[in-house]
């Protein structure tokens, strides 16, 4: 069936515009988060935090701190170890030395670490007594960054390991091979390029709720998280409880962006304190600890190497990239592996003779990063699309012409890439060649001191997060497959229970939409549940790595297909006709000599056990775990027209322009706000956004006065166009798009800014290109008057 085609009985809804199902609460302010949870009998926690970034806790005492009135507990460093058993790292990198995440420790070695949990009645009160819990310590040498931390003799974070490597892997292609070819190039592009740590801001940092029952052993967590069986698992394993005795509900959640990917040693110690205390404890981040404590995203140095030859034919590619990993490996989604996809997907839409990737992981002591929208994936579009762009400048050709010459065709896919990527299917060119029109149709010229350029970006982004057979050979413990449970109700309406949760992408609609579908029901008979580990489907990655249609979605497909098939054979029964003698009208079944039984009397008799085939079981439910064959690739190519302000070193984008392909797209308007939000994360990115240190380890970026973000001014209207290619991996088509709009704007911005200002384009290799870094830039080409 191709794209647009609806099958027999078809409500139309795949493909529809439908606003989203929770938006009507939301606007009237019915939303329901941690911080809304009652707080009648509730305790609150706040948080010890180192205020070095390396030290030894020599001394402890908060005497102080439990003789204030309202307190309720403290527990110090040693409590806690007791308390708290260390996690295993889901995700290694060859040579890694710390396998299991200890959560607490008695030697600091980022600002911000927990060392210990306060609780009271009232937030103001243990925040003042977390003041008075007095920690004395033997500071260390401090490593402030990643080029630190790769110096000969520079301090170690963690002296035990005797380096500050924390292991490394290379991937493709031999490096002699690869070496031998950029010897025997007309052209080798060789740049060092540099991706800061970023923050996650999310709207509603991290918060939870957690009551233990002593009668029962029973320890219920609320957590704004993406992952809450994940978080249950941790727990268990954390505290000493059996899985069935953690309970996790994730309600409304204000934003992720892979921030929330985790159990987090502060929200370890929060449990445990309930645990002791055997009472409801509250903890809610603030933004300052939102900005400096929680996981932090990106963080790589690497060497781009692009070997071509004389007739602009790519030879090889090479990424040596060297990640920062921060104090310790974080748990869930965090480690070394953002950057091991960042070197996996090195190749884009190119076809490459040779090509490889070396990761190499470092220890700073610096806040852990983890996860963060897209990872990997944007980091190693902004090396190759600048290598390619940089290539055309210097063999004097146009950067579209050499990126058509050398990408893979849509007759060339399935293509399995150099690095091992199995690439699905597309049209890689048509959306290059559809994004390079747009471009020809609206650039502007420059005007005196403003220099203005357009600049594009392609890529390929994994989604979907791969079968279990390839987690299994990488020895990655996360349940990439997924399930969907669908049912319909005594009366007749349905409810789907699926694994992945909602974090405001709306993926509840998508999900709704697509049961409405394949049953031929009405939207509104559709309620999705998600998020409660009691009812949920299993999956410890919940809602990352744009899975939610392309498998959860896909799972719910199959179901909803099955339940339905019953459905139409109990009709089919009562009305004593043959299978396919009946018909799904509005709200009834109808045979072909006009006689009618309502969907909700069919629904009853279901339920009653009336009318079933011999095989069938009773219980109108179907549920079907998916995993998928292969992987999903979305691709797109963003254009950026950027204005650049010679006398203020200032970057305008003034206009933005994408083509993507996620498949068979379910909710165009649910896919249109993701990508422009992702677009506006990109330009955060590229002009604005970065984390930084002290070189004594103090984070220097703790309010938005240092942090910047973009705001509306910023962020021009995204022009878009969704080609769907449907996915022949993917029951249903889906690939994903909850990331696709943040991959590739850094490389198409500071293209179209090495467009605009070709005296500085072999510099252009660090973001964020801020106004005073662009100036140094202008000032070193003679630019600044």
């Known amino acids: 069936m191709s794209i647009g085609q609806q099958e027999p009985g078809s409500t139309g809804l795949i493909g529809a515009p439908v606003t989203r199902v929770q938006d009507d609460r939301m606007l009237r302010g019915s939303g329901w988060y941690v911080d809304d949870l009652d707080e009648a009998g509730t305790l609150h926690a706040a948080l010890v935090r180192s205020p070095v970034a390396h030290g030894r806790v020599i001394g402890y005492d908060a005497s102080a701190a439990l003789a204030l009135e309202g307190v309720a507990l403290v527990l110090g460093p040693k409590e806690l170890e007791e308390l708290l058993a260390p996690l295993p790292h889901p995700w290694l990198i060859p040579g890694q030395q710390i396998t299991d995440v200890r959560l607490v420790e008695s030697v600091a070695r980022y600002v911000g670490q927990p060392l210990a949990v306060v609780v009271a009645r009232t937030r103001a009160e243990a925040e003042d007594a977390a003041e008075l819990v007095d920690v004395e310590f033997e500071e260390l040498g401090v490593v402030s960054s990643l080029r630190e931390a790769r110096r000969d003799g520079a301090p170690l974070v963690h002296p035990e390991f005797g380096v500050n490597r924390v292991g490394a892997i290379h991937f493709g292609d031999p490096l002699p091979d690869l070496e031998a070819s950029f010897a025997e190039a007309a052209l080798v592009v060789d740049r060092v390029f540099t991706v800061p740590r970023v923050a996650h801001n999310p709207m509603e940092p991290r918060g939870l709720v957690a009551e233990y029952q002593r009668a029962t052993g029973r320890l219920d967590v609320v957590s704004s998280t993406q992952v809450p069986h994940l978080?249950?698992?941790?727990?268990?394993?954390?505290?000493?409880?059996?899985?069935?005795?953690?309970?996790?509900?994730?309600?409304?959640?204000?934003?992720?962006?892979?921030?929330?990917?985790?159990?987090?040693?502060?929200?370890?110690?929060?449990?445990?304190?309930?645990?002791?205390?055997?009472r409801r404890v509250k903890w809610i981040e603030d933004r300052a600890e939102s900005l400096t404590v929680a996981y932090q995203g990106r963080g790589q140095e690497s060497r781009g190497r692009l070997a071509v030859a004389a007739d602009g034919t790519f030879l090889a590619l090479h990424v040596d990239i060297h990640g920062d990993i921060g104090a310790f490996p974080s748990t869930g989604t965090g480690g070394a592996g953002p950057f091991m996809v960042s070197a996996l997907m090195a190749e884009g839409p190119y076809r490459f003779p040779l090509a490889g990737s070396t990761v190499t992981a470092w220890y700073t002591n610096a806040t852990p990063t983890g996860a963060f929208r897209g990872y990997g994936m944007q980091e190693t579009t902004f090396i190759r699309e600048r290598l390619v762009d940089e290539a055309a400048r210097l063999l004097g050709a146009d950067p579209v012409q050499l990126r058509r010459r050398n990408m893979l065709t849509a007759a060339e896919l399935p293509f399995v890439t150099r690095l091992q990527m199995p690439y699905d299917n597309g049209d890689y060119p048509g959306a290059l060649d559809r994004a390079d029109a747009m471009a020809t149709d609206r650039a502007r010229p420059s005007a005196g001191r403003v220099r203005r350029g357009v600049g594009l970006a392609s890529m390929t982004e994994i989604t979907g997060y791969a079968p279990t057979a390839l987690q299994e050979a990488f020895g990655i413990h996360w349940t990439t497959w997924?399930?969907?449970?669908?049912?319909?109700?005594?009366?007749?309406?349905?409810?789907?229970?699926?694994?992945?949760?909602?974090?405001?992408?709306?993926?509840?609609?998508?999900?709704?939409?697509?049961?409405?579908?394949?049953?031929?029901?009405?939207?509104?008979?559709?309620?999705?549940?998600?998020?409660d580990t009691s009812t949920a489907q299993f999956n410890n990655m919940g809602s990352q790595a744009s899975r939610g249609l392309t498998v959860a979605g896909a799972a719910l497909w199959q179901a909803a297909a099955r339940l339905r098939e019953r459905m139409d054979a109990l009709a089919a029964a009562h009305l004593q006709v043959e299978a396919d003698g009946v018909r799904l009208d509005g709200d009834a079944y109808v045979t072909a000599d006009g006689r009618r039984a309502l969907w909700r009397d069919i629904a009853h008799r279901g339920w009653m056990g009336w009318g079933r085939r011999p095989d069938d079981p009773i219980a109108l439910e179907e549920t079907v775990e998916y995993d998928p064959p292969s992987i999903t690739y979305g691709y797109a190519t963003h254009g950026a027209e950027v204005a650049v302000d010679l006398d203020t070193g200032r970057v305008?984008?003034?206009?933005?322009?994408?083509?993507?392909?996620?498949?068979?797209?379910?909710?165009?308007?649910?896919?249109?706000?993701?990508m422009t939000g992702g677009v506006a994360m990109g330009i955060g990115a590229t002009l604005l956004e970065e984390v930084s240190y002290s070189d004594t380890g103090q984070p220097t970026a703790t309010t938005y006065l240092d942090y910047l973000l973009p705001i509306s001014e910023d962020v021009p209207d995204v022009e878009q166009h969704h080609v769907e290619t449907a996915s022949d991996v993917t029951p249903g088509g889906f690939k994903g798009a909850g990331e696709s709009g943040l991959i590739p704007p850094p490389a198409a911005i500071m293209n179209a800014v090495a467009n605009a200002v070709p005296e500085i384009a072999e510099r252009l290799v660090a973001i964020p290109l801020t106004p005073s870094r662009l100036w140094d830039l202008l000032e070193e080409a003679g630019l600044t008057r």
Request: one cysteine or more; a negative charge.
């Open 231 to 278: 978080v249950r698992q941790e727990l268990g394993r954390a505290l000493g409880l059996r899985a069935d005795s953690v309970h996790v509900v994730a309600p409304d959640v204000g934003g992720a962006f892979g921030q929330k990917t985790s159990l987090f040693p502060d929200e370890a110690m929060v449990c445990a304190a309930a645990k002791v205390l055997g």
């Open 482 to 531: 997924d399930s969907a449970r669908i049912r319909v109700n005594e009366d007749g309406t349905v409810t789907v229970h699926s694994g992945v949760t909602s974090v405001g992408q709306g993926i509840e609609t998508s999900l709704a939409q697509v049961a409405a579908e394949r049953m031929g029901v009405p939207l509104s008979w559709v309620t999705v549940q998600l998020g």
């Open 652 to 674: 305008t984008v003034e206009d933005y322009w994408l083509v993507h392909d996620a498949g068979r797209v379910v909710n165009p308007l649910i896919v249109a706000g993701q």
